[in-house]
């Protein structure tokens, strides 16, 4: 089981041996080596990428389909939604049950989901199951028979999952709020909401499938226990006359930062915490300086020491947790800060948190912060790439925003190489000034609406409401 | 699984016999695992991987919720937190700030059992970290302004989990129903009057008790050799003396002698139906044939009860079930999500039927295979990672005091039979032997009320 071949060397110099409480700054880690992997296109446009590793018996599979949600028509919002829910509600010889029965019996696995940029599909399972793994896939993208009676089924519990979730726990709401308030019209803002998913008919779904689905928008990357000669034969078999997609490929204009102030205040009456994103726009995945960005957003609040969690939990218990988070796109997503504090230090927590991000714009990082980042960067790189699905996925990412191996093997030196003068040139490029900040609060309106004021324009919606943004 | 199952039973018992003749077969996996008791008592249990350059060590403290009693409900959850905060070597704070520094992360759980500290790090670090939880297990410091301070953390992890979680609330409910004596009824996160006014006097005695090296096991998976991490425990791990045992949980939970429900009115969208049957420790026997019959009513779209109550009647969103893993006889639960507008007692009805229908006429052969095979490769799922080695020999070193019957696991599965599976359903699923909570939205449960 060699699957990342890592020149041990360097990494032996400092086996156990002493415990001082830091390893030599000078430590240099080994770049991760990508294991050796065949990537061809076919004549269609697939663009197909085999990793042979024999570590358990199984093969994970990634595909990404351009398109996504972009590709959902205005005020349609979650037509790609359904579509990636109903092509695995029967397909080819099979019915919805049939092929549960079909994916299930083996212990398989298989999802489909709409992002934004794209429809992704995962799936692994056993190797000895690969051809019906090969023909599951197949008849989902190219065969899919789109029953009416499980569309109505479909799209009546995407609406109610939006529900259930707005009674689940808020962390896992507010991204959706800050996203569709902070984009507004732009593409990225779009969001699958009860209302837009009310509009949609089984004859959308169907165009939507007709026109995006097609070998020339696929990258799909096969990594698992499998001799990739014959099986590249076995996919070019399956996939090779698959068709183009015969409507216009979507694309997002590019996203610009907002100026000014606004707030987006979701009343929730019983809730006794509130829950908030404050942010702007940031990178896109190809950004020049990302491994910059990286740095800096580890720092600030990607880890448990952060500045940001170290002053909202550590310091003042005011939060379980304080976090920041980049969301990197083919256009620049958001850069955001992230956490949560009981309503009644609602205001108490957002200052703390404005004032630790003009901290991190005025100081940047001190030498020390930096090379705790760097380590524990390097060190953390690893096993994001331990998988057969992590490795899947990350070849499909690759191909998908034009980047290649290098993107992955000159990280850690990258990293490693970072000075504080470029990490705080692209502080200032990143996070956004105090005056050019969106906000989002969730929590109860009554105890918290003249403390959101001090913070900008209030724009005030319920929890309620069929949609995320006014 | 059939397949995998076999080939592990062959390697097994093939490789001495055949293996001097001809090329040597691959070895078993978890051949490779080597163990270790210290003098102290703390088990070491090492399984060398070396894919990646980074270690797993994961330390098991045999303490949990179920160790707790009015007044200190949450401790252990609390303890966990603590653990973090300061000890005599690393100060407060720098247990995490040396460990990020050197490449590592951490995390921790705690439920009603066990107590969990997980470590992530370069191999590089691996001498650090052995530092690090020395430290911590000999001489944790308790100092009062941090207990405060964390006070406020973990009330506000509790807001998300339970106070601000429809799901997470009406687990808390159904679970102290459940349970009239056994400390089970005790919620993991405590009572919110406890969180507030535990004292640092209760942390003290706990850790004495609980946070002895004899009552704790250290796994290690990773860039290792077993010969140089048992050494390095040698050095760090075995001069911290051990603790007289804690004292064993004496009470157990009597028969239900009829079924509990609980209801819980809540602002909503969406009603929630949750129910909990008494069922076995850990190591029940029954439990190989009742995991396959969760499996068989709720695991995947071609599930039973998914398919009646989310594709066929489409009265719910989603369903599972659930066996908890403990040391003392627990709970199987089922949880759904009802469709809005919908009444929890059509949902309850074809629950009903369900079971009925298990317990009188069984499973078929293909549900069976279905079954193992989805098994076999959840077998294999958990073996990608470091971790998810890490994880599971604890598991089953903790709960069964044998991590090797983790390779057993897919033998004991194909095992099972038909008979056996309705025969646990039988024992398991009866209306007496469960509590049945709902969560109704609060604008239905007050037109209720006025009807």
């Known amino acids: 089981m060699n699957r990342m071949k890592v020149a041990l060397a360097a990494l032996l110099l400092f086996a156990a041996g002493h415990a001082s409480a830091e390893t030599p700054v000078t430590a240099k880690l080994a770049d991760v080596k990508l294991p050796r992997y065949e990537q061809v296109r076919l004549p269609n446009g697939l663009t197909l990428l085999l990793m042979e590793r024999h570590d358990v018996p199984l093969i994970a599979f990634h595909g990404r389909l351009r398109g996504g949600a972009l590709a959902d028509p205005q005020g349609k919002e979650g037509v790609g939604a359904i579509a990636a829910e109903l092509i695995q509600k029967g397909s080819g010889k099979r019915n919805a049950q049939q092929f549960a029965e079909a994916v299930d019996s083996v212990g398989g696995q298989l999802s489909v989901s709409a992002g934004r940029e794209a429809t992704t599909i995962s799936a692994e399972f056993m190797a000895k199951d690969r051809g019906l793994m090969l023909e ?226 005025s100081d940047g990082l001190d030498a020390t912060t930096l090379a705790s980042v760097q380590r524990y960067a390097v060190g953390q ?86 949609r995320f943004a006014p | 699984m059939k397949k995998a199952a076999t080939l592990l039973t062959l390697c097994l018992i093939a490789m001495p016999l055949f293996g001097q003749k001809k090329a040597p077969a691959p070895p078993a996996i978890g051949s490779d695992v080597a163990s270790k008791t210290l003098k102290n008592g703390m088990k070491v249990i090492v399984w060398p991987d070396h894919d990646i350059p980074n270690v797993a060590m994961f330390v098991w403290y045999r303490v949990g919720s179920r160790n707790e009693y009015a007044g200190i409900t949450g401790l252990s959850h609390f303890f966990e937190h603590m653990m973090f905060n300061g000890a005599k070597k690393y100060g407060a704070g720098e247990f995490d700030g040396v460990m990020e520094a050197n490449g590592g992360r951490n995390n921790a759980y705690t439920n009603q059992n066990v107590t969990v500290y997980q470590n992530w790090f370069p191999r590089t670090a691996l001498e650090l970290i052995f530092d690090l939880e020395a430290d911590r297990m000999q001489h944790l410091a308790f100092d009062e302004k941090v207990i405060e301070s964390e006070r406020g953390v973990v009330y506000s992890e509790r807001r998300s989990g339970v106070d601000n979680n429809n799901n997470g609330l009406l687990y808390e409910q159904v679970q102290a129903a459940a349970f009239l004596a056994h400390p089970y009824h005790i919620p993991v996160i405590g009572w919110p009057s406890d969180i507030e006014s535990w004292k640092h006097e209760d942390l003290v005695r706990f850790f004495k008790t609980y946070y002895a090296p004899n009552n704790a096991t250290m796994i290690v998976v990773g860039d290792v050799t077993p010969a140089e991490v048992f050494k390095l425990a040698e050095t760090w791990i075995e001069p911290i003396p051990a603790q007289p045992p804690p004292d064993p949980i004496r009470t157990k939970e009597p028969e239900q002698l009829g079924e509990r429900r609980v209801v819980v009115e809540k602002d909503a969208q969406v009603p929630l139906i949750q129910m909990a049957y008494h069922s076995g420790a850990a190591t029940d026997p029954d439990n190989d044939a009742l995991d396959l019959l969760l499996t068989i009513l709720s695991r995947g779209e071609s599930s039973r009860l998914y398919r009646r109550l989310v594709a066929e009647e489409r009265v719910a969103l989603d369903v599972s079930m659930f066996r908890a893993t403990a040391f003392d006889p627990s709970l199987t639960w089922l949880t759904a999500t009802v469709l809005a507008g919908i009444d929890p007692a059509r949902v309850e009805k074809i629950i009903d039927e369900e079971m009925a229908k298990v317990i009188s006429d069984g499973v078929t052969e293909a549900e069976l295979q279905k079954a193992t095979n989805i098994a076999a490769a959840n077998f294999w799922r958990s073996m990608r990672t470091i971790s998810g080695k890490a994880q599971s020999l604890g598991n089953y070193e903790t709960f069964y005091g044998d991590y090797s019957r983790l390779f057993d696991q897919p033998a004991l599965y194909d095992a099972v039979t038909r008979e056996e599976i309705q025969k646990v359903a039988a024992k398991i699923f009866r209306k007496t032997n469960r509590t049945v909570g709902t969560l109704v939205p609060k604008q239905v449960a007050a037109a209720q009320e006025t009807n």
């Open chain 1, 381 to 466: 790189f690893p096993p994001t790439l331990e998988t057969g699905g992590q490795l899947a996925a990350r070849l499909t990412e690759l191909s998908f925003y034009g980047l290649d191996r290098s993107d992955v093997e000159t990280y850690a030196s990258k990293i490693q190489s970072a000075e504080r003068e470029g990490v705080q040139r692209v502080i200032n490029r990143l996070y956004p000034a105090e005056e050019n900040l969106t906000f989002v609060l969730v929590g109860n309106a009554a105890e918290i609406r003249e403390v959101a004021k001090k913070y900008g324009e209030v724009t005030e919606i319920k929890i309620t409401d069929p």
């Open chain 1, 136 to 361: 599951l896939l197949s008849d989902i993208l190219r065969r899919p028979s789109l029953p009416k009676e499980e569309f109505e089924k479909v799209s009546q519990r995407e609406i109610e999952s939006i529900r259930a979730a707005k009674d689940g726990d808020p962390r896992n709401l507010v991204p959706r709020y800050f996203n569709a308030f902070l984009f507004a019209s732009h593409p990225y803002g779009r969001a699958a909401s009860e209302s837009s998913l009310g509009t949609i008919a089984h004859e959308d779904v169907a165009n939507y499938v007709r026109d995006q689905f097609g070998a020339d928008r696929a990258i799909f990357a096969f990594v698992g226990a499998f001799d990739a000669k014959s099986f590249a034969a076995e996919v070019r078999k399956t996939f090779g006359d698959w068709k183009k997609a015969s409507g216009a490929l979507a694309a997002a204009g590019d996203t610009k930062p907002a100026t000014g102030r606004r707030v987006l205040l979701v009343d929730k009456p019983d809730a006794t915490q509130t829950y908030f994103s404050i942010g702007n726009v940031g990178m896109a995945r190809t950004d020049s300086d990302r491994v910059l960005a990286d740095v800096a957003n580890i720092a600030f609040g990607g880890r448990f020491t952060s500045m940001l969690n170290t002053e909202l939990r550590i310091k003042s218990g005011l939060s379980y947790g304080a976090s920041s988070s980049l969301v990197r796109e083919t256009k620049p997503g958001t850069v955001s800060i992230n956490s949560y504090t009981k309503t009644e230090t609602t205001g108490k927590a957002l200052d703390l948190a404005l004032e630790v991000l003009g901290r991190l714009r």
